[in-house]
């Protein structure tokens, strides 16, 4: 939730109230918000991966991925996206009856990342 948190618009409009009064974590700073949101999205994966839920572990690499598109880092955006779907299509082959729920504009999984890996100009 701390990695969502902190990638959030709420937490950017309200920059000026950040920058002044800092987070609850204190190593937290208004200029280092996301590269602390990654970290704790790694947490969270490697948790998700010691606890077995292979499912929630696709959308923490989604997040990472436009967390590192906030940050400007298209490789590691890139890379994320690509595991975010690795993640999806090994949980659809264990699991065949969970269904991935995706916004309307997208066919399937696969199609949003590809759209997402397009528009940033990835290798698709």
Not at 3 to 31: C, P
Not at 95 to 122: A, M
Request: aromatic share 14%; net charge positive; charged share 25%.
């Amino acid at each position: 939730m701390y990695g969502l948190f902190y990638k959030s618009a709420t937490v950017n409009q309200w920059q000026e109230y950040y920058k002044k009064n800092g987070f609850r974590d204190r190593t937290v700073t208004f200029e280092n918000r996301l590269n602390k949101a990654i970290e704790y999205f790694d947490n969270s994966r490697d948790l998700l991966q010691k606890n077995g839920d292979v499912h929630t572990i696709t959308n923490v690499y989604l997040q990472m991925a436009f967390t590192y598109e906030l940050m400007d880092n298209k490789g590691a955006a890139c890379a994320a996206y690509d595991s975010s779907l690795k993640s999806e299509q090994a949980n659809s082959k264990s699991n065949p009856d969970l269904v991935t729920i995706v916004p309307r504009e997208f066919k399937s999984f696969e199609h949003g990342i590809s759209v997402f890996k397009s528009r940033l100009g990835c290798k698709v």
